[in-house]
Nanobody
Framework: QVQLVESGGGLVQAGGSLRLSCAPS????????MGWFRQAPGKEREFVAA????????YYANFVKGRFTISRENAKNTVYLQMNSLKAEDTANYYC????????????????WGQGTQVTVSS
């Protein structure tokens, strides 16, 4: 189990970009699949993207393909979500997550959650 801390959220106009960061905070760190979920007001939490730490395999929700890119920086144990061409519908609280694999993450079997970072896209 790890603790995760997100950053990089903010207010941006439609068509703009943001980059979210997530890093573990705790006494230990192991290889995980890491990724992002989001939850808008009145909506259920939904999967956004994930990356397998060991080999860099990525998987995306269909609604972000071609716009968002998930990546990792091994030296910092940090995962990023580069969000381009943002839309008003992307407005949500974005949560970093860690799981045993991409498949378990997409099945909502998440081991650790970050506290969330707010992304607001104005139209």
């Amino acid at each position: 189990q790890v603790q995760l801390v997100e950053s990089g959220g903010g207010l941006v106009q439609a068509g703009g970009s943001l980059r979210l960061s997530c890093a573990p905070s705790g006494r230990t760190f192991s290889t995980y699949a890491m990724g992002w979920f989001r939850q808008a007001p009145g909506k259920e939490r939904e999967f956004v993207a994930a990356i397998n730490w060991s080999d860099g395999y990525t998987y995306y929700a269909n609604f972000v393909k071609g716009r968002f890119t998930i990546s990792r920086e091994n030296a910092k144990n940090t995962v990023y979500l580069q969000m381009n061409s943002l839309k008003a519908e992307d407005t949500a609280n974005y949560y970093c997550a860690a799981a045993k694999s991409v498949s378990t993450m997409t099945s909502l079997d998440v081991d650790s959650w970050g506290q969330g970072t707010q992304v607001t896209v104005s139209s």
